[in-house]
């Protein structure tokens, strides 16, 4: 059964930086494209970034590119998003996807068929 748990979220300054990790089972890592999507109460879920099934190829939404960071070790059978310089406005519940194929065809959520629970993070001013 396809299994996804996100996890490193928390509480951080503005200007800080988290790590978040996806964990990964029952599918082939490596034969998917991987996202990160956000939601915050009251707003619409926002998509992040996206990775193709062997880092080739990478996607960032335009507020997040040159801050946070999507990458993969498919032999861990885990997916990274590193996020630096955080403001309040990133404050929401992190959510990563499991696409329907190998690449990022691009950051839509309907391109992705599995998710899982997210996990909260808060940035403070």
């Known amino acids: 059964q396809v299994q996804i748990v996100e996890s490193g979220g928390g509480t951080v300054q503005a200007g800080g930086s988290l790590r978040l990790s996806c964990a990964t089972s029952?599918?082939?890592?490596?034969?998917?494209?991987m996202a990160w999507f956000r939601q915050t109460p009251g707003k619409e879920r926002e998509a992040v970034a996206c990775?193709?099934?062997?880092?080739?190829?990478?996607l960032y939404n335009d507020p997040m590119k040159g801050r946070f960071t999507i990458s993969r070790d498919n032999d861990k059978n885990t997916v990274y998003l590193e996020m630096n310089n955080l403001a309040p406005d990133d404050t929401a519940k992190y959510y990563c996807?499991?696409?329907?194929?190998?690449?990022?065809?691009?950051?839509?959520?309907?391109?992705?068929?599995?998710w899982g629970q997210g996990t909260q993070v808060t940035v403070s001013p």
């Open positions: 990775i193709n099934w062997n880092s080739l190829h990478t």
């Open positions: 996807a499991r696409g329907h194929g190998l690449y990022c065809a691009g950051l839509l959520p309907s391109l992705y068929t599995n």
């Open positions: 029952g599918f082939r890592l490596d034969r998917h494209a």
